[in-house]
């Protein structure tokens, strides 16, 4: 069994450590958590099972690292303290783990990552024999092997469209929701993840990838924004009231130019309530949020995936396949070679000895 340690258990890390208990070549080994009111609960506890898993959490870095565990699934934030997600990381590859996470965006592409993000991972994997795979944002998978499998499909292939839509009334992380995507903030506040080039940061690794399998070189990557606001105030379920006339909608594309033309791109469309900007799209079900992949060309293909966790909730469900992708991807990590990869080198498997076995 592949022992392994799931650290950070918010939104993220919840979903980690049922798909680790849920693997049948995984064992939980330890669970890591900075918030001391969680150190000392039990992982099933934490991970929203019904049972417990005999594994307490811990914020005992050192002794988890020195057990030596084959794998870590790194769930603590990224994107608020990326220097302090990049030396825990760094620490476990050195400690020879295959480390798994979705909290760094600049490597997601690693082959054109920067060198500050880059040179400290190589050397930590020459040191300890460790991996790193990193993968997750709109999920991961739906910006980069849904995508380019589909593709396969067409015969002529004139742009590739890549959505994520959704009703973040629905995401748990209120912090994100208001001040770096801005919603229910005044129209001239300016959301950090909507400040020209941030979307190329996280999101161009995804269509440089694509363009990479798919042969094709950039001219650029651009992008493009627009927001509409709340005509009347909403009131959420977990994040309180958002008054009328702050941002409601945000909806923003970024493109991978090809020739002269928008051939990879993608596109979100997010709202605090389904009210705000109906015009645009929405998922095909009516409900909270779609991934959804558009193939233009001949003929036009379309995929929409909408996932449900955590009782009907579609960023959990989202959360919970972007998890899915780099859990599922341990085992075959675990066999390959140490090094730093990308979801273009890692296979998406199918569910192999997982079908119809019993979770706690
Ligand atoms: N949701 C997705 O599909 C997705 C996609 C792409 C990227 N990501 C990235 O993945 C990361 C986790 O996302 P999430 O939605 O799970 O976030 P989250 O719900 O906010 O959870 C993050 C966890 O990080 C830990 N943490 C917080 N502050 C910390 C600190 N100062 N030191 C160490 N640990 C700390 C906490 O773990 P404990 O509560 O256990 O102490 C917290 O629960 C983020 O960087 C996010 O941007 C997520």
Redesign the pocket.
């Given at each position: 069994m592949i022992s392994t340690v799931v650290w950070?258990?918010?939104?993220?890390?919840r979903a980690a450590i049922r798909a680790v208990e849920a693997h049948p070549a995984l064992k939980l080994a330890s669970v890591?958590?900075?918030?001391p009111d969680?150190v000392g609960r039990d992982a099933g506890d934490?991970g929203g099972l019904d049972c417990e898993l005999g594994v307490a959490?811990t914020d005992d870095i050192d002794a988890v690292l020195a057990a030596g565990p084959h794998a870590v699934v790194y769930?603590?934030?990224?994107?608020?303290?990326p220097d302090?997600?990049l030396d825990?990381i760094v620490r476990a590859v050195r400690a020879g783990a295959v480390v798994v996470?979705?909290?760094l965006?600049p490597l997601y592409d690693q082959r054109n990552a920067p060198a500050e993000f880059r040179d400290p991972v190589l050397a930590a994997i020459a040191d300890g024999s460790g991996s790193l795979f990193v993968s997750?944002?709109?999920?991961?998978w739906g910006n980069d092997v849904l995508p380019l499998l589909i593709s396969g499909l067409g015969s002529t292939v004139d742009a590739i469209r890549c959505q994520e839509i959704f009703d973040y009334s629905t995401y748990?992380?209120e912090h994100s929701v208001r001040y770096l995507v801005g919603m229910g903030q005044p129209m001239d506040y300016e959301p950090m993840m909507l400040l020209p080039s941030i979307p190329t940061m996280v999101w161009g690794g995804q269509i440089r990838l694509m363009a990479r399998a798919l042969g094709v070189e950039l001219d650029e990557i651009s992008e493009t924004l627009e927001r509409r606001p709340l005509d009347a105030t909403v009131t959420t379920r977990t994040m309180g009231e958002f008054e009328a006339g702050t941002q409601g909608a945000v909806r923003f594309e970024v493109q991978g130019i090809v020739e002269g033309e928008p051939r990879i791109v993608i596109e979100h469309v997010t709202r605090i309530h389904a009210s705000c900007a109906p015009d645009w799209p929405t998922p095909p079900g009516g409900g909270d949020g779609a991934h959804r992949v558009i193939i233009e060309g001949r003929p036009r293909i379309e995929v929409s995936v909408e996932a449900t966790d955590e009782g009907e909730n579609r960023s959990a469900g989202?959360?919970a396949t972007?998890?899915g992708r780099l859990v599922g991807a341990i085992d075959w990590l675990v066999d390959a070679e140490p090094g730093l990869y990308d979801a273009l080198d890692v296979p998406l498997r199918p569910a192999v000895g997982k079908l119809g076995r019993k979770q706690p």
């Open positions: 950070g258990t918010g939104n993220v890390g890591l958590v900075h918030n969680k934490l959490a769930a603590a934030s990224g994107d608020i303290r302090e997600a825990d996470t979705p909290a965006y997750g944002v709109d999920p991961g748990e992380q989202g959360n972007a998890v």
